[in-house]
């Protein structure tokens, strides 16, 4: 399963700083035959404890971890959408990922000029959502206008689409975006295949810098409507200073942990920013382990066991009888498959099981 997620934001924000220090921990292209290899990608491994731990059970000769693309998308201007800056090519490129991190500046320092002059983190989301919003209303007006025509000929499907654009672009045209729209689960369906902007998940990477004065330490009336727009949204966040996080990623070993501690930077940003991303998107991971692998597997959740299966090859969905499951704490308390099976806390599943996060599996078929 390939997703991604769209690094977005003003110029001079740290983007381009941000991707430098997850590209660093790119994992190997060679163990993802349909990852895009391209300078602008990066195929980044989620951090994940219970993986490490059923490598050292197994004695598992390779390591192999979830992954999610992070994708470096060109810095965003005011006016986008009406064709400044890179304008069309940037907002093409949002439309094919999948969630977006947003970057916003939240440092005051001198010597990196801030497009509008001054850093207002309020105000840099207001110009992102804005270009989006207006790239989706033009868009979305265009193929209501074709659909309201094609419509007549009475096409179920494009009657739904109809009567789903007849809800969407009056929110668009007030500046509120798509995902505000209330839809039914089989309206918000055939909504994705119009691949509005913003409709997608939107994660925003709040941008720290040791050193300097950081706007959330210094409490002021920018911070305050900052967070009250957070709260109020219901929004996903989380904190990083890119700039010592690219420095970091050079560093190996107990170092890191030291410099951290010297530069007042106590949490890894990137880990919480991958573990965040995932979790955006709503996936979960599954195992497997053996002395020649253990590898976490990337599914939705809610994914049945032949849906996961596929993820490994379709034969695990199209031939799938049954899935013997165990929850990894419970595998590694054990030791081993057959010690865990004498136990009695292998459990045979059906086609009808749902994958929870953290299960370790063995297909059968």
């Known amino acids: 399963m390939s997703l991604s997620i769209g690094i977005v934001g003003l110029p001079n924000v740290g983007k381009s700083t941000l991707f430098k220090a997850l590209t660093k921990k790119e994992v190997l292209i ?3 035959p349909f990852a895009t290899i391209d300078p602008s990608v990066g195929v980044v491994p989620v951090p994940d404890f219970r993986l490490d731990r059923l490598v050292e059970m197994s004695h598992s000769a390779q390591k192999i971890p979830a992954v999610v693309e992070f994708v470096d998308i060109a810095g965003l201007v005011k006016g986008a959408s009406e064709g400044e800056g890179l304008g069309n090519q940037f907002l093409s490129h949002i439309r094919e990922v999948d969630a977006i991190a947003e970057v916003v500046r939240i440092f005051d320092d001198e010597d990196v000029h801030h497009v509008a002059g001054g850093v207002d983190p309020r105000y840099d989301i207001e110009v992102i959502d804005l270009e989006l919003v207006q790239a989706d209303r033009e868009s979305a007006e265009k193929r209501l206008e074709r659909v309201e025509r094609d419509a007549k000929g009475g096409d179920k499907e494009l009657i739904a689409e109809r009567d789903v654009l007849r809800k969407i672009v009056p929110v668009l045209e007030s500046g ?3 995902c505000a729209v209330d839809l039914t689960a089989e309206e918000r369906a055939k909504a994705r295949l119009f691949h509005l902007l913003t409709m997608k998940p939107v994660l925003y ?5 040791s050193g300097a004065v950081n706007i959330d330490a210094e409490g002021g009336e920018r911070w305050r ?3 009250d727009f957070l709260d109020s949204s219901h929004a996903q966040y ?4 890119a700039g010592v996080e690219n420095e970091l990623s050079d560093v190996h070993g107990d ?3 030291d410099f951290r501690r010297e530069l007042g930077v106590s949490e890894d940003g990137i880990n919480a920013l991958i573990k965040a991303g995932y979790a955006l998107l709503d996936l979960i991971s599954f195992f497997t382990t053996g002395e020649k692998e253990s590898r976490a597997w990337t599914i939705r959740r809610g994914s049945t066991a032949p849906e996961a299966g596929a993820a490994i090859h379709t034969d695990f969905r199209n031939k799938f009888i049954r899935a013997d499951v165990i929850q990894w704490d419970k595998l590694l308390e054990s030791g081993l498959w057959a010690k865990a099976r004498e136990k009695g806390l292998v459990r045979t599943e059906g086609k009808e099981y749902i994958v929870e996060d953290g299960d370790v599996m063995e297909f059968k078929i």
């Open 30 to 32: 060679a163990n993802y």
């Open 176 to 178: 509120r975006p798509a």
């Open 205 to 209: 990477v709040l941008n720290r810098k």
């Open 225 to 227: 409507e900052l967070k």
């Open 238 to 241: 989380v904190f990083v200073d």
């Open 255 to 257: 170092e890191k942990a």
